[in-house]
């Protein structure tokens, strides 16, 4: 197939939010489809109506967009092998089933839930432990190979509901080459005739995807490990079609592994160590819960890329940091691992605090916009921004802790208050506020440099008057340069936080 274009896939299915894993797989695919200079197609797998989930098509859309991997062809922005909703292509594959039982490749089995139930129970008592509808099942069955042909276009034009599967062929073994794994083999022995078409007329995932694949042009199939076992179904779906000729690479991705690295990442895990799983925040129609996410938690949508890219492959260096145009010209499918990645938290978080870092106030201020209060200016916003943007690990951290910033402190710290102030500083501490509130420094450093200034030559020890300060004017011992604040909130703002945290100090320590 190596003459032909690339063209990729993002299959999800609608049964609910878009998991990490997922946004990892449509990630690799765009990487491989954009330095191909190929097609990245999203197709939505809506074919189990007993599992769709309301809203969680949009779900998809919208985490796409927020990312920015948007697809070049999808349910919106369709191109030319339309429709990318498989609902909306249920003649396809009832032609595509047809010409399967007319070649022998596939049957119809008229087995109800009842006699499904009894054939288990008979094998499993038989000594056959995991029961599955094989080549040998399938003969003790009622199907259209077991029943004559009268039975059978009696039992189809009585309306009697039917599923149609595949014939599996037996003795023989489907080798398939894995971009990842290598060459992987299954013997057809060990796979069962599964159901292409199901009884409410609508096909099961594995048709449908093959048939769409090849009907869309797909060169690559790039999914997750969890299909690997899928796809000796697939093969044989292609060389029963006789399709051999068009069938795409397959590249099965590592599993996305809880932080301990034993079992894979499920969305319970997110509530239960407190991080998000999933991209966006989802709200559970069913469950009446809310699951959180990267967006919603301060993350930056680079950030998310650059660490999802990191889970499961690497560039071969030491270097960490790839936006989405620098991992387009990066990622090679040989540098993926073939074990599973682990889920690293802290990772994330240090990728945001990498990409805040970078952000210009502006940009973090377009991110945040609604969260400031309403008076401060944009200027002054952006000041604050510029200030607590090297020591921000989310996007809410520049401006949850940044409120003193734009209101007094309405509490001190008492015990760090109690130590650091001496009462005998009472007159320093006023003669600084004074100071302060004369000053007309244009720069923080000036300002510094009076402070400073004062308190050296009056011997008064840093130590003893700057903590303390940093105490009157936020109510805490952390954030930014004291004087950098100071500067911004202005010489009478200043002045008065001051002498109101000296007021308080004093009575703290005079109640002693
Ligand atoms: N609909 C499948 C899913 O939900 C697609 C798997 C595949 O890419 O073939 O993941």
Same mark, same amino acid.
Request: hydrophobic share 40%.
């Given at each position: 197939?190596?003459?032909? /274009?690339v ?8 049964t ?14 765009y ?15 809506? !074919? ?9 098509? @949009? ?29 909306? $292509? $249920? ?7 047809e010409e ?12 109800t ?7 288990? @129970?008979?094998e499993t008592?038989?000594g056959?432990?995991?029961?599955k509808?094989?080549? $040998? =099942? ?25 599923t ?12 398939f ?9 299954f013997s !057809? ?18 048709l449908?995807n093959?048939?769409?694949? *090849? ?11 969890e299909?690997?076992s ?7 779906l292609?060389?029963?079609?006789? #399709?051999?000729?068009?069938?795409? =690479? ?19 895990d997110?509530?239960k ?8 925040? #989802? *709200? ?18 680079e ?11 690497n ?28 889920f690293?938290?802290? /990772? ?12 210009t ?5 377009a ?6 209060? @309403?008076?401060a200016?944009?200027?002054?916003i952006q000041?604050?921004?510029r ?5 921000a690990?989310?996007?809410?951290d520049?401006y949850e802790k940044? !409120? ?13 208050? *109690?130590k ?6 009472? @007159?320093?501490?006023?003669q ?16 510094a440099?009076?402070v ?16 303390v ?10 954030g ?12 009478s703002?200043?002045?008065?936080r001051?002498?109101?945290g ?6 703290l320590?005079?109640?002693?």
């Open positions: 197939m190596s003459d032909q /274009k063209r990729v896939r993002f299959a999800p299915s609608p609910g939010p878009l998991h990490i894993g997922g946004v990892r797989t449509a990630l690799y695919n990487l491989f489809a954009r330095q191909a200079g190929g097609d990245f197609l999203l197709r939505i797998e809506d !074919t189990d109506q007993t599992r769709y989930v309301e809203g969680a098509e @949009e779900y998809i859309l919208e985490s796409l967009k927020w990312l920015g991997l948007e697809p070049d062809e999808s349910i919106q922005n369709p191109g030319a092998v339309g429709p990318y909703r498989q609902s909306e $292509r $249920r003649g396809i594959y009832q032609q595509h089933v399967l039982i007319r070649t022998g490749k596939a049957y119809y089995a008229f087995d839930a009842e006699e499904l139930e009894a054939m288990r @129970e008979r008592a038989a056959h432990h995991s029961p509808y094989d080549a $040998r =099942v399938r003969m003790t069955m009622r199907n259209s190979i077991t029943l004559s042909k009268a039975d059978t276009d009696q039992l189809l034009s009585s309306g009697h509901p039917y149609v599967r595949m014939r599996i062929p037996t003795g023989e073994v489907v080798t080459s894995d971009e990842i794994r290598g060459t992987v083999q !057809t022995d060990e796979l069962d005739d599964k159901v292409l078409l199901k009884a409410d007329g609508l096909p099961t995932y594995h449908a093959v048939v769409d694949d *090849k009907l869309m042009k797909i060169t690559h199939v790039i999914r997750g490990e299909w690997l899928s796809t000796a179904h697939h093969v044989l292609y060389q029963s079609f006789g #399709w051999e000729a068009e069938m795409p =690479v397959f590249a099965h991705l590592p599993l996305i592994l809880k932080p301990s690295g034993k079992g894979k990442l499920s969305k319970r997110g509530a160590f407190g991080f998000p799983v999933f991209p966006l925040e #989802w *709200k559970d129609p069913k469950e009446d819960e809310i699951y959180g996410g990267f967006r919603e938690m301060g993350f930056l949508p950030a998310v890329l650059n660490f999802l890219a990191f889970m499961g492959w560039p071969g260096t030491d270097e960490e940091i790839f936006n989405l145009a620098s991992l387009c010209k990066a990622f090679s499918m040989s540098q993926i691992n073939k074990s599973g990645a682990r690293d938290f802290d /990772k994330a978080t240090w990728y945001n605090q990498q990409y805040i870092i970078q952000a106030a502006e940009e973090l201020h991110l945040t916009v609604s969260a400031w209060p @309403e008076k200016t944009k200027e002054y000041s604050v921004i200030m607590f943007q090297p020591r690990e989310r996007l809410a520049l940044s !409120t003193y910033l734009f209101s007094a402190p309405a509490t001190y710290v008492d015990k760090p208050l *109690k650091k102030y001496k009462v005998q500083n009472h @007159e320093a501490f006023a600084i506020a004074t100071m302060v509130g004369k000053s007309d420094s244009s720069t923080a450093v000036e300002l440099d009076l400073k200034g004062y308190i050296t030559t009056q011997e008064l020890g840093f130590g003893a008057i700057l903590p300060l940093r105490i009157f004017i936020t109510g805490g011992m952390e930014p340069d004291l004087f950098d604040m100071m500067h911004l909130l202005g010489a703002e200043s002045e008065l001051i002498r109101n000296l007021q308080y100090a004093h009575q320590k005079s109640g002693e």
